[in-house]
Nanobody, 125 residues
Framework: QVQLVESGGGLVQAGGSLRLSCAASGRLFSISTMGWYRQAPGKQRELVATITVGGSTNYAHSVKGRFTIGRDNAKNTVYLQMSSLKPEDTAVYYC???????????????????WGQGTQVTVSS
């Protein structure tokens, strides 16, 4: 009932910028928190940034000051503007949604822990 689709990954040189987007689809009523996680080869998936429906943000220390997360609640979309990219930012970036309320038929349901399929970001040195 809820799908997350990322876009915007690619290859960029160190010091460059990329913007990731993630659109949530389905008969959505609200999404409490949206965010981005990443997983590099051989490493565990880690938090990059999250944003609540009210606009409160949280960033991993490694990206503070370089990445900016934003969302458009009307479009159920979350963005990640990445600047001053480093080779160590290379990873698959996953969109995440939590605290989702959606319609199925005439009833409302709630769900949590939804993931997108991931988009590759590669930063060359």
């Amino acid at each position: 009932q809820v799908q997350l689709v990322e876009s915007g990954g690619g290859l960029v040189q160190a010091g460059g910028s990329l913007r990731l987007s993630c659109a949530a689809s389905g008969r959505l009523f609200s999404i409490s928190t949206m965010g981005w996680y990443r997983q590099a080869p051989g490493k565990q998936r880690e938090l990059v940034a999250t944003i609540t429906v009210g606009g409160s943000t949280n960033y991993a220390h490694s990206v503070k000051g370089r990445f900016t997360i934003g969302r458009d609640n009307a479009k159920n979309t979350v963005y990640l503007q990445m600047s001053s990219l480093k080779p160590e930012d290379t990873a698959v970036y996953y969109c995440h949604a939590d605290g989702v309320v959606y319609w199925s038929g005439s009833r409302q349901y709630s769900g949590s822990d939804y993931w997108g399929q991931g988009t590759q970001v590669t930063v060359s040195s």
